[in-house]
C-alpha cells in the first residue's frame, strides 16, 4: 500500500525558516517524481516545487522561488521542503503527491505568525 | 504562464441530476489535464486524467470531455457522497490549478 507521511508543520515567525518532510512506502520512491502542494485555510490548490526521480532537476513557482527549495533523499524514501524567509501568505497545509496524481499525504499544517 | 479559468465557482444542484463543471485554459494545454476532488479535512483524490481517463475506483457516472481549450468534469444522476470541492490541474507547463467549484446540495 501506498503511502506518504508528511511532518514538520508548525507555528513559526515570519522571516524564521522550517523543513518539511515526507516519508514514503509502498513503492519504489526512486522511481517517481514527486511534488508539494500547499492549500491556505479556506482556499484552493497550489503547486510548490516538483522534483525529478533523480533529484537532478527542481521547479518552482514564482512564489516561493529562491526561498524555498526541495529536496529527496532516495536511500530513505523521503522527500523534503526547505522554507525559507517565511511569510504570513505561505500559512497553509503542505500535501507531498506522487507524481501529482493518485498519491497524497495527510497534509502538515504551517502557520506563519508573530 | 498558463491560466486556468475554472466555473462555476458554486454549483448548486439536487440529488439526480447531471451537473457539468468547465476549465478553460489560457493557451494549448493539450490533454495534460486532471480533475481532482476535495471533501471537508480531507487529500485531493483523483477523478479524472488525460482529459477523459476514469482514475481507478472513480464511479462510471463521472466522466471528463474536452473541446477546444475547455474541459469539462459531467457528474451523471449526482449523489449525496458527489458534494464536494472539484479542482482542474493542468501538467503541460509546469502545474497550474483551477480555482475550484464548491458542489452543494440545492
Known amino acids: 500500500e501506498v503511502q506518504l507521511v508528511e511532518s514538520g508543520g508548525g507555528l513559526v515567525q515570519p522571516g524564521r525558516s522550517l523543513k518539511l518532510s515526507c516519508v514514503a512506502s509502498?513503492?519504489?520512491?526512486?522511481?517517481?517524481?514527486m511534488t508539494w502542494i500547499r492549500q491556505a485555510p479556506g482556499k484552493g490548490l497550489e503547486w510548490v516545487a516538483s522534483?525529478?526521480?533523480?533529484?537532478?532537476?527542481?521547479y518552482y513557482p514564482d512564489s516561493v522561488k529562491g526561498r524555498f527549495t526541495i529536496s529527496r533523499d532516495n536511500a530513505k524514501s523521503t522527500l523534503y521542503l526547505q522554507m525559507n524567509s517565511l511569510r504570513s501568505e505561505d500559512t497553509a497545509t503542505y500535501y507531498c503527491?506522487?507524481?501529482?496524481?493518485?498519491?497524497w499525504g495527510q497534509g502538515t499544517l504551517v502557520t506563519v505568525s508573530s | 504562464d498558463i491560466q486556468m479559468t475554472q466555473s462555476p465557482s458554486s454549483l448548486p444542484a439536487s440529488l439526480g441530476d447531471r451537473v457539468t463543471i468547465t476549465c478553460r485554459a489560457s493557451?494549448?494545454?493539450?490533454?495534460?489535464l486532471r480533475w481532482f476532488q476535495q471533501k471537508p479535512g480531507k487529500s485531493p483524490r483523483l477523478m479524472i486524467y488525460?482529459?477523459?481517463n476514469l482514475a481507478n475506483g472513480v464511479p462510471s457516472r463521472f466522466s471528463g470531455s474536452r473541446s477546444g481549450s475547455d474541459y469539462s468534469l459531467t457528474i451523471n444522476s449526482l449523489e449525496s457522497e458527489d458534494m464536494a470541492i472539484y479542482y482542474c490541474?493542468?501538467?503541460?507547463?509546469?502545474?497550474?490549478f483551477g480555482a475550484g467549484t464548491k458542489l452543494e446540495l440545492k
Open positions: 493557451q494549448d494545454i493539450g490533454n495534460y
Open positions: 490541474l493542468q501538467h503541460n507547463e509546469y502545474y497550474t
Open positions: 488525460g482529459a477523459t
Open positions: 522534483i525529478t526521480n533523480t533529484g537532478g532537476s527542481t
Open positions: 509502498g513503492f519504489t520512491f526512486n522511481n517517481y517524481w
Open positions: 503527491t506522487r507524481d501529482l496524481k493518485a498519491y
